[in-house]
């Protein structure tokens, strides 16, 4: 069964201080890795996606790494309001679903 | 212009109610889903439609029936409501074809509180 599992589980920077989540996947056949943010009392947006080992992406502060077996989402010189949840999830070849990781809330303090 | 709407954004009920949640999609998506979140934030999908078709029916209890009436609606209908399921439900969208399913919109999800 495909797995996702994030680290940390909660995280605190300062601002300015730059750090990385990380997404570890389980899954037979990946046909994308997709991060997305989540604030308090909204519904998940749209990051990024990742397709294949050593792609990157970026926005803004924010830039995406693949691996066989992981993702980054490294955050640079963070500001206050990149605070949110960030979620990983993966899309199997053979299934048009997402399977979500548990997140990692971040919290950027001034 | 909201993309992905859905009503109530509140929903307080006793156990054993019926309650039905609403969403709508303004993107012109073919694909749109449920999920469930629990209060530890974990977000499992629940039902996917694809042109008014059922694709994805995950393990859920038959309490839970979904109803497309046209490719821009997904309505979720809950009977005999239970406490376990107190939650946020969310509706999404995606764009045709498999790679882009994973690019989802979501709406900003339904509080469910059944005491």
């Known amino acids: 069964e495909d797995q996702v599992t994030q680290s940390p589980e909660a995280l605190r920077l300062q601002e300015g201080e730059s750090s990385s989540l990380n997404c570890s996947y389980t899954v037979s056949g990946l046909r994308g890795l997709f991060w997305y943010r989540q604030d308090p009392g909204k519904g998940p947006e749209f990051l990024f996606t990742l397709y294949s080992a050593g792609e990157e992406k970026e926005k803004e502060r924010l830039k995406a790494t693949l691996t066989k077996k992981e993702s980054f989402l490294h955050i640079t010189a963070p500001k206050p309001e990149d605070s949110a949840t960030y979620l990983c999830?993966?899309?199997?070849?053979?299934?048009?679903?997402?399977?979500f990781g548990t997140g990692t809330r971040l919290l950027v303090s001034p | 212009d909201t993309a992905v709407s859905q009503t109530p954004k509140y929903l307080v009920t006793q156990m054993g109610n019926d309650k039905s949640i609403k969403c709508e999609q303004n993107l012109g998506h073919d694909t749109m889903y449920w999920y469930k979140q629990d209060s530890k934030k974990f977000l499992k999908i629940m039902f996917s439609?694809?042109?008014?078709?059922?694709?994805i029916n995950e393990t859920v209890p038959n309490r839970f029936s979904p109803k497309s009436p046209d490719k821009a609606h997904l309505n979720l209908h809950i009977n005999s409501l239970e406490l376990g399921d107190s939650a946020v439900y969310f509706c999404?969208?995606?764009?045709?074809?498999?790679?882009?399913?994973?690019?989802?919109?979501f709406g900003p999800g339904t509080r469910l509180l059944v005491l």
């Open positions: 999830a993966v899309l199997h070849t053979g299934f048009q679903k997402l399977v």
């Open positions: 439609y694809n042109n008014k078709e059922l694709i």
């Open positions: 999404a969208s995606s764009p045709p074809g498999l790679a882009a399913s994973g690019t989802q919109y």
